[in-house]
């Protein structure tokens, strides 16, 4: 789905990942769901674009549905994948660490797990390797993503911010629609490693320009960074 010139949206408000169209070639931000390898399809075949055009994926963190056909990707198309080295290890091999859910209402909660299940999420393939970034790099990718740090949803949460579509992507440092309980609007994400740092983390994004806000879960959000952790904290 179209949002702006250069940026579209894979997948739905449930789990969405991102596609930044250039004249030098694609860069992706996130990779969803195993089952959203035809949704990207889908939408490089709308752009006149393959898979040949993608220059790079950035994942925002190592999480399962955020690396879903990050693999696929890399091992037979030959891109690189970037996530910040402190959650390399997870996006390779290693699980998230168990975290309190929080609250939870039967019919969302299903909703979101059945959808994992039509996007194969449970048979989602670590990522063989990857290229390590960290707080402040500037990536050699179409669009020149800037990396910034947001600890706190995992060690490795980072924030992509590409000028160039107008957008920063902040994977699930915040989400505009809870997966597990249905409310909508901007508000912390379930399942995060340390809630009081990836609070405090909403702060790093508060000066960059941008008019897109874009969660890994939920509506895009039409905001600037600088009303993000204030909205977050009276939410």
Same mark, same amino acid.
């Given at each position: 789905m179209k949002l702006a010139p250069h940026l579209h949206r894979l997948g739905n408000d449930l789990v969405a990942c991102?596609?930044?169209?250039?004249?030098?070639?694609? @860069?992706?931000?996130?990779?969803?769901m195993p089952g959203h390898w035809r949704d990207?399809?889908?939408?490089?075949?709308?752009?006149g674009?393959?898979? @040949?055009?993608?220059?790079?994926?950035?994942?925002?963190?190592?999480?399962?549905d955020?690396?879903?056909?990050?693999?696929?990707?890399?091992s037979r198309y030959g891109v690189p994948v970037?996530?910040?080295?402190?959650? +390399?290890?997870?996006?390779? @091999?290693g699980d998230k660490p168990k975290t309190p859910a929080g609250p939870m209402r039967p019919g969302p909660t299903l909703t979101f797990f059945g959808y994992s299940l039509l996007k194969n999420a449970l048979r989602t393939p670590r990522v063989g390797a990857v290229t390590e970034i960290g707080d402040g790099d500037v990536l050699d990718l179409p669009g020149a993503p800037v990396i910034v740090g947001m600890p706190g949803h995992? !060690?490795?949460s980072v924030a992509v911010h590409v000028p160039q579509a107008d957008a920063v992507f902040v994977g699930d440092a915040l989400t505009t629609r809870h997966v597990l309980t249905g409310r909508t609007g901007p508000q912390a994400a379930p399942f995060t490693d340390d809630p009081?740092?990836?609070?405090?983390?909403?702060?790093?994004? +508060?000066?960059?320009?941008?008019?897109?806000?874009?969660?890994?879960?939920?509506? !895009?959000?039409?905001?600037?960074?600088?009303?993000?952790?204030?909205?977050i904290r009276k939410s």
């Open positions: 991102y596609l930044i169209d250039t004249p030098e070639g694609i @860069t992706l931000i996130d990779a969803g990207l399809r889908r939408e490089l075949a709308a752009l674009k393959s898979l @040949t055009d993608i220059r790079g994926l950035v994942l925002t963190h190592g999480d399962s955020h690396i879903g056909f990050a693999e696929r990707l890399r970037f996530v910040h080295a402190a959650d +390399a290890a997870r996006a390779r @091999t995992s !060690p490795g009081a740092e990836a609070l405090a983390s909403l702060d790093r994004i +508060a000066h960059l320009s941008a008019s897109w806000v874009l969660p890994g879960h939920g509506a !895009p959000w039409r905001a600037s960074p600088a009303q993000v952790g204030e909205t």
